[in-house]
Nanobody, 127 residues
Framework: QVQLVESGGGLVQAGGSLRLSCAVSGRTISSYTGGWFRQAPGKEREFVAAISWSGGRLVYADSVKGRFTISRDNAKKMVYLQMNSLKPEDTAVYYC????????????????????WGQGTQVTVSS
């Protein structure tokens, strides 16, 4: 069984920074693409960033490009999201996701392409 557990969310003022972490566990997953999504109240879940298994391919939503950085440590089975220059519109529950087809080197933006999800961590940015 595969488990994803996010941490690092919280309350921060506009302009501040947070670093989200996602711990991936489970014997049945070896190589995986890592993704971050977010969902604000009353809105659909939206893509934030994704990283290939090798870490060589990074994809970002336009709304976070230049402010957020996704990274990973495969030895530790961790995926990270460094969020800088946070804005009130970044307020949402942030979810970590894993696509088990990581060996293909593909990076997807749509939630349906991901097989495993964390429970989410709340990020609130005050103005």
């Amino acid at each position: 069984q595969v488990q994803l557990v996010e941490s690092g969310g919280g309350l921060v003022q506009a302009g501040g920074s947070l670093r989200l972490s996602c711990a991936v566990s489970g014997r049945t997953i070896s190589s995986y693409t890592g993704g971050w999504f977010r969902q604000a109240p009353g809105k659909e879940r939206e893509f934030v960033a994704a990283i290939s298994w090798s870490g060589g391919r990074l994809v970002y939503a336009d709304s976070v490009k230049g402010r957020f950085t996704i990274s990973r440590d495969n030895a530790k089975k961790m995926v990270y999201l460094q969020m800088n220059s946070l804005k009130p519109e970044d307020t949402a529950v942030y979810y970590c996701a894993a696509d088990r087809r990581g060996a293909l080197g593909l990076v997807h933006r749509t939630p349906a392409e991901y097989d495993y999800w964390g429970q989410g961590t709340q990020v609130t940015v005050s103005s």
